[in-house]
């Protein structure tokens, strides 16, 4: 991850030199402005999850953490290491914010921070959210309360299982998040399941593209699909969109 993060650090572009109107905008009006979005109230949800020094057991379907494979860690940790950082949440808010996203799936709910940002920034969003261990979704659930989010549904399994009930009422999809399982073949599964359930001006964003060798030949063969025509690389995420009437081109964003 290291070299990755070399090579993105000096290749990373910022707003002068984006010749795409679309990515400029994306860049300018939610990347930068996503620091706006008020997540006091799921700040303070990952402060409590952090003084949470109590065992689950955590059924982990996926590659696991690099830190801990013991099958039962404590809500503190999971929250350290799992949970989505507020910057990065910030930016989920934002893009269903500024383009009125109304349905959006997450592969991998953890604690539900990520889907909080989701739900949170507006509750036209109807957000399907999947994990693995059943008892870490029931603290998700129990955010989920607190924040008084009326737009979220889980489904609790194996991800393979429930992909077709995950789609919104057979809808094609504005928002997906790969957030879980991160090896080569589930990943480029999942995105190719989901390429076929989204439309030309989707988002489906890829989590921790970097983070192995696997994901980042998985994040290579998704920019090398002829159905993505702009794709981002943000280092900790990858964003792809359709968008079949533009050229072709990638982009590495500072952010």
């Known amino acids: ?22 990515v400029y905008q994306f860049y300018t009006e ?18 409590e999850l952090i003084r949470n020094k109590s065992e689950i057991e955590l059924l982990d379907l996926g590659a696991g953490s690099r830190k801990n494979t013991e099958s039962k860690r404590s809500v503190s940790e999971i929250a350290k290491v799992s949970g ?19 349905s959006s799936v997450e592969l991998g709910t953890s604690l539900g921070l990520g889907t909080s940002y989701l739900a949170l920034a507006s509750f036209e969003n109807k957000v399907v959210t999947l994990e693995g261990a059943p008892e870490v979704l029931k603290i998700a659930e129990a955010n989920f309360k607190k924040l008084g989010l009326p737009n ?17 009422n057979g809808e094609l999809l504005d928002l997906v ?25 989707s988002f489906i964003i890829i989590d921790d593209i970097h ?3 696997e994901m980042e030949r998985a994040w290579e063969e998704i920019l090398d699909s002829p159905a993505i025509h702009v794709s981002m690389d943000l280092f900790r995420m990858g964003i792809v969109c359709k968008k079949s009437t533009q050229a072709k081109q990638h982009f590495v964003l500072r952010f």
């Not at 939610?30 to 402060?47: G, H, T």
């Open 1 to 22: 991850m290291f070299k990755s993060y070399l090579k993105y650090f000096f290749t990373a572009k910022g707003a002068h030199s984006l010749h795409s109107p679309f």
């Open 30 to 47: 939610v990347m930068k402005r996503s620091r706006y979005f008020n997540d006091s109230a799921i700040r303070e949800i990952r402060k």
């Open 84 to 102: 989505i950082r507020s910057k990065y949440g910030r930016l989920l808010a934002r893009m269903v914010e500024f383009y009125q996203l109304k």
């Open 152 to 168: 979220v549904h889980t489904i609790s399994g194996n991800f393979y299982d429930n992909l077709e009930d995950s789609l919104v």
């Open 177 to 201: 998040y790969i957030d879980g399982n991160h090896t080569y073949q589930a990943t480029m599964d999942y995105f190719n399941f989901y390429l076929s359930h989204t439309h030309d001006d």
């Open 211 to 213: 983070w192995s060798e």
